[in-house]
């Protein structure tokens, strides 16, 4: 059959089961996007190329699965730049398909030609420039398989005009891209790993995001309650483990819970499963756990000894090495580790929501998660705020909470939260937002208003780039530059402005039924918060110090 690369390109992306795609058409991709308008494929249409990537994660992010988007060249791949930086930094599988200049106008400096390739190779897992039609037949599959396979991450695909108008003959389409699963093969290590937990004293489990990507979070719960393990978790790894459990230490690290650093801190051995010794998870890493042993398991070997080494080094997905090392471990109640850790909670209480005036941020994203219930899904910007809601919103499951991790990106909270609602039509979307941060992506209001999506935003407003303004007060003597704003938008009538229904629930003589009220419609809504602008995130380890000199 004959067909142009454009309509190949898309008959692929149907066999790899794609049914959304968000993007912004331009010049050199618009064959693709005809092509696309014969196809049962949904387009979402972003109102920036970097509110499609972040649509996109909030696809992948919500059901692990790679999702696609698209953007033209020039401005088009390069607005797409910080998205796919932030799912590469926090492993997410994406396809990003950009339109490039013809093959022949490439180094000419042509009309919105920019070296996405070039651009693209530091902060992709993978990157094709496609050179013919017939080539799009390994490597879309590829792009795919690449993805998805082993620690997931982002590829790009650069698509010249030319190779998407290019007509060619095939005979049949190729298989889909599939994801690989790894060979396990440090079957040594792991009974070394089982002897090293089975005499440790004071084990503690750190989790972090790929046992959720792995799908392995009940064999981590398995393995804590059968040996009396203790488990601290990072930003990426919350809602992984049972919350409710006695185990559950809670988030470790710069924002962490005082008494989850003291314990890590005593730690004799630490069993460390798809995490990479973050810096914010860590603090300074010659102090981090400097009396235990490491056990370090992840599917990314680059990873293993990178930061911190090990003792016992372990490549391989997390669910088959965890399979495997289950049966070697012997059921333990660890009594004096279990009671020593009850004597740390005891002396560095959580903070009591009791105590907590309503519109204190901390309350307020608690209350919010009671009265939400547990059929929800949480984004989050980047500041304070996102450290509040990794504080105390009450997560109940794994893939509950997504959050820009590594690359830290203010605007990713609204977009992700769209791409979590079209993935997730069963559920209710809540976006915690700084006054800030909100205005990166502000945009893709219009998106969220036309796709009419159960996404709830709730603003904490501040007036300030909180988490500067803090670090400012604590580490600047208190020298404040550039995290004021002078002018304060008011949230609630942008909002109606793009029809999205709104509140400000200071204004409210009922707070709490207002905030219900918005959390229980059915539609798109914004919540706008004033909150005390000297409000602090506590405790915080200062940057370069150990966990322990928290500051509370
Ligand atoms: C794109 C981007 N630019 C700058 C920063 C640095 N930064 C981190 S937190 C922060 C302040 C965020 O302010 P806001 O969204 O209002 O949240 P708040 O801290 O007040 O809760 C800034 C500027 C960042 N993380 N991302």
Known sequence: MKITGADLIIRLLERQNISTIAGIPGGANLPLYDALSKSTITHILARHEQGAGFIAQGMARSTGKAAVCFATSGPGATNLVTAIADANMDSVPLVAITGQTPLSLIGTDAFQEVDTYGLFLPITKHNFLVRSAKDLLSVIPEAFRIAASGRPGPVLVDVPKNVQVEEIEIEDFPEAGKKINTSLSDIEKIKRAAQMINSSTKPVLYIGGGIVNSNCCGLVNELSEKSKIPVASTLMGLGAYNSQSELYLGMLGMHGA????????????????????????????????????????????????????????????????????????????????????????????????????????????????????????????????????AQSYPLSRPGQFLTSGGLGTMGFGLPSAIGAAVANPDKKIICFSGDGSILMNIQELATLSELNLNVTIIILNNGHLGLVRQQQELFFNGNYIASQFGCRPEFSKIAEGFGITSCILNDSHTPFEALCAKLNYNGPALIEVDINPEENVYPMVPPGASNIEMIT
């Open 258 to 389: 005082r008494h989850t650093n003291m314990v890590v801190d005593q730690a004799d051995l630490l069993i460390a499963i798809g995490v990479r010794f973050d810096d914010r998870a860590t603090g300074k890493i010659g102090e981090f756990c400097k009396h235990a042993n490491i056990i370090h398991i992840d599917i990314d070997y680059s990873e293993i000894d990178k930061i911190r080494e090990s003792n016992c080094g372990i490549k391989g997905d997390a669910c088959d090495v965890l399979k495997t090392l289950l049966p070697l471990i012997h059921e333990d109640s660890r009594t004096q580790w279990i009671e020593k850790i009850m004597r740390i909670k005891e002396k560095n209480p959580e903070i009591n929501y009791d105590d907590l005036d309503f519109f204190h941020p901390r309350k307020l994203i608690f209350e919010t998660g009671k009265a939400a219930g547990k059929n929800v899904i949480v984004t989050t910007d980047v500041g304070q705020h996102q450290m509040w809601t």
